[in-house]
């Protein structure tokens, strides 16, 4: 079906609606133009929908525009980023387990006694005071095999009083020592896959959310989109509603001055009344819907302008062009391409990694705590601090060290259970996967569907809107020969409005099944961008407004 045949006539509050396309299709079709041309001055041709002139007024938007908005304000959008931006921060504290700890202490210790000494064959009672000031320095780095590595010195400083001082070697002593020490976990919490364990779960975990908040963009710009439709149609069912009630307003007055000439009951006239009135209520309920629909649209924008600018309408400038489409219901490039594009179920990939490697560590903690550890040391003793340091300088006393230490809980529940928890959560990773992919296709394959039944919908409407015209018209004209009644003209008006509003609904169900179709097989942005010709930075924090339009 060739776009020049759909009969659809748009207005804006502007001086006319542009027709824009709008071809959320593959790319290698390219759109026909539509070069119908209107003549507002004459009757529409059978088969058209009249522009209108509604009273409407307020600021004109495209669907670039809303688009723009809603990636830049949208409040879900915006806390999705703000994931991003913790997850990220995960990565710093993670990798934060092999920043070198510096350490520094300070201690003053007192202590008082009574000691007995001998002294020239006599036993003398006395107290004894001792003054110790300890200071000490270490740095301690975290290998990737699981050991930690320590540098130190420590002083410590001993003044001696009292009945004890003549038997110290030096008062005040100085004492010294400089040390190196490695432990090394020999089975549990050994090798760089349990140390870089955090690590590697926080960076998938910051891809994961990114994929999330590109497919969070996708939802929103979704939503976006569908409500700006959802608004076309409000208004262009009111367009539609007015019209009717233009038409049973003529229709009665027509009649007011046949009941008047005396060339029909005055029945006729009451029956154009009564329907005058249904149309009436008909236009009043289609005002509500257009505030009804604006209001989602700037929900979904996170309109922060006052309450004068939430009641000021919003006029779409775009229109629902109906472009022919070969869209294969069962198409498997359609599947495969959902799979390597949606960005939700490469987070549910991601899971599955995220619970291997928390297998994997949780398998390699049930073994037993054995750590080895070695240590060298060189110390220094004299009344000074200096000629002490030179001691440990010249390392003329050294020491060293080195043992196993072994630690087993009996029966060691906890590890085990830790085990069998990772089993069942990579388990379940893996039956999210599955799930996902089965709801993937489910709606790919809806979303083709719902694009198929609107292309049949809008073939049948465009000749159901012709039939109910023609039959219209033949109606009048039996009207003004006397061989019809006005219930029957009032009912063939209302089969046409239900037909015209049935053509636009079909167009803008048309519309959201492109926008659906691209968001379900993972490419709306890039759709949205190319078609529109937008550039989206992911990069760029959405609290920093990405807009670039006017000022609304």
Do not use: C
Not at 505 to 510: C, F, G, K, P, S
């Amino acid at each position: 079906m060739a776009a020049n045949q759909i009969p659809f006539v748009f207005r804006a509050a502007a001086p006319a609606f542009l027709l824009a396309a709008f071809p959320f299709l593959l790319p290698a079709q390219e759109p026909p133009q539509n070069d119908t041309e209107v003549d507002l001055e004459e009757p529409a041709e059978p088969g058209y929908v009249s522009r209108l002139e509604v009273d409407l007024e307020g600021v004109e938007m495209s669907l670039a525009d809303v688009v723009l908005l809603a990636f830049s304000q949208n409040l879900d959008i915006q806390l999705q980023a703000i994931d991003v931006q913790i997850s990220e921060d995960e990565i710093d504290i993670a990798d934060s387990i092999y920043d070198p700890v510096l350490g520094a202490g300070f201690s003053h210790t007192e202590r008082q006694q009574e000691i007995t000494q001998r002294q020239a064959g006599e036993t003398i009672t006395g107290t004894s005071e001792t003054r110790t000031e300890s200071y000490s320095a270490s740095l301690s780095q975290l290998i990737p095999s699981g050991a930690t590595a320590s540098v130190g010195f420590t002083s410590d400083r001993t003044t001696l009083r009292g009945a004890r001082e003549p038997f110290a070697v030096y008062n005040p002593a100085e004492t010294q020592r400089a040390f190196v020490r490695l432990t090394q976990p020999l089975l549990r919490n050994f090798g760089p896959m349990v140390t870089n364990r955090g690590l590697r779960i926080s960076r998938i975990q910051e891809e994961a959310t990114r994929a999330l908040y590109r497919q969070e963009i996708d939802d929103r710009l979704a939503d976006v989109m569908d409500a700006y439709w959802d608004l076309v149609f409000a208004i262009r069912n009111l367009e539609v509603q007015t019209a009717s009630l233009e038409a049973a307003e003529e229709l009665a007055r027509v009649n007011e001055a046949r009941v008047d000439a005396g060339v029909a009951p005055r029945t006729e006239l009451l029956q154009a009344r009564a329907q005058e009135a249904e149309r009436r209520n008909d236009v009043i309920r289609a005002r509500a819907a257009i505030l009804a629909s604006q209001d989602a649209l700037l929900s979904i924008l996170n309109w922060t302008g006052d309450l004068e600018t939430w009641d000021q309408p919003i006029l779409p400038v775009d229109t629902p062009d109906l472009y022919d489409a070969d869209i294969e219901l069962q198409d498997p490039g359609l599947i495969d391409m959902a799979i390597s594009r949606r960005q939700d179920f490469r987070a549910s990939e991601l899971g599955i990694d995220i619970a291997k490697i928390n297998q994997d560590v949780a398998r390699w903690q049930r073994l037993p705590e054995l750590n080895a550890f070695v240590e060298l040391g060189a110390s220094g003793f004299d009344d000074n601090r200096s000629d002490a340091f030179d001691d440990v300088t010249a390392t003329h006393y050294q020491d060293y060290s080195y043992g196993l230490e072994f630690r087993y809980p009996i029966p060691n529940r906890r590890a085990r259970a830790e085990y069998r928890q990772s089993q069942h959560r990579h388990d379940r990773a893996e039956v999210d996967v599955r799930r996902a992919e089965l709801m993937l296709v489910t709606q790919v394959r809806n979303a083709t569907r719902t694009l198929r039944t609107a292309l049949d919908n809008i073939e049948a409407t465009e000749a159901q809107v012709e039939a109910a015209q023609e039959t219209l018209e033949s109606e009048r004209r039996r009207l003004e020969v006397g061989a019809a009644t006005t219930f029957n003209v009032l009912e063939f008006q209302e089969a046409l409005a239900r037909a015209q509003v049935a053509q636009v609904d079909a167009l803008v169900n048309y519309q959201k099944g492109l926008i659906e179709l691209e968001r379900s097989t993972g490419n709306l942005l890039d759709a949205v961008g190319r078609e529109l010709g937008l550039e989206f930075d992911l990069d760029e924090r959405v609290t920093e407004s990405a807009w670039r339009g006017p000022d609304y």
